[in-house]
């Protein structure tokens, strides 16, 4: 199981490189586009580009940031729970995040068929939609993994 987790954790972190290298590279096209458009200039799809790249950077950023508990935590119930019904809340949410994302993993396969058999494609460059739907699908299967491993570790070593 442990070669499991550092699998998860190894291909979490490539993601999470991904998410930051799109990141630097929204910022890279968004400074030349408003540099361009004050010399009169503006690069053409620049907001197709950002829409693309905001995808990916976010839907790859939720499982190393899951990993690392680095989302927002509302805890004001959990905190007034005793150590046992604290796990059991945690092995509850758990659950259920596995099985939302592996649902929205799923539609998101359905709809990159839909897209991919439809030929749909974007306006400016024409770049289809449908890399960017299964890309998102992975994600989405990786965090649904992200917390199967969550709910070991709280599992077998009674850990928040």
């Known amino acids: 199981m442990k070669r499991f987790m550092a699998a998860v954790l190894k291909i979490d972190i490539t993601f999470h490189i991904i998410a930051g290298s799109v990141l630097a590279f929204m910022m890279v096209v968004t400074l030349l586009d408003v540099v361009m458009r004050n010399l009169g200039h503006p690069i053409v799809g620049t907001v197709e580009i950002i829409s693309f790249c905001g995808s990916v950077v976010i839907g790859f950023a939720i499982p190393y940031t899951s990993w690392k508990k680095a989302h927002v935590y509302v805890d004001l119930?959990?905190?007034?729970?005793?150590?046992?019904?604290?796990?059991?809340?945690?092995?509850?949410?758990?659950?259920?995040?596995?099985?939302?994302?592996?649902?929205?993993?799923?539609?998101?396969?359905?709809?990159?068929?839909?897209?991919?058999?439809?030929?749909?494609?974007?306006?400016?460059?024409?770049?289809?939609?449908?890399?960017?739907?299964?890309?998102?699908?992975?994600?989405?299967?990786?965090?649904?993994?992200?917390?199967?491993?969550?709910?070991?570790?709280?599992?077998?070593?009674?850990?928040?």
């Open 77 to 160: 119930v959990v905190e007034k729970l005793g150590p046992r019904n604290k796990m059991i809340m945690v092995v509850i949410t758990r659950c259920m995040g596995i099985a939302l994302f592996v649902f929205i993993g799923y539609n998101f396969i359905v709809y990159g068929r839909d897209l991919l058999h439809t030929g749909e494609v974007s306006a400016s460059f024409r770049l289809p939609y449908y890399p960017i739907a299964f890309g998102l699908s992975l994600s989405c299967f990786l965090e649904s993994a992200t917390l199967f491993c969550d709910l070991l570790s709280t599992v077998q070593g009674g850990k928040q």
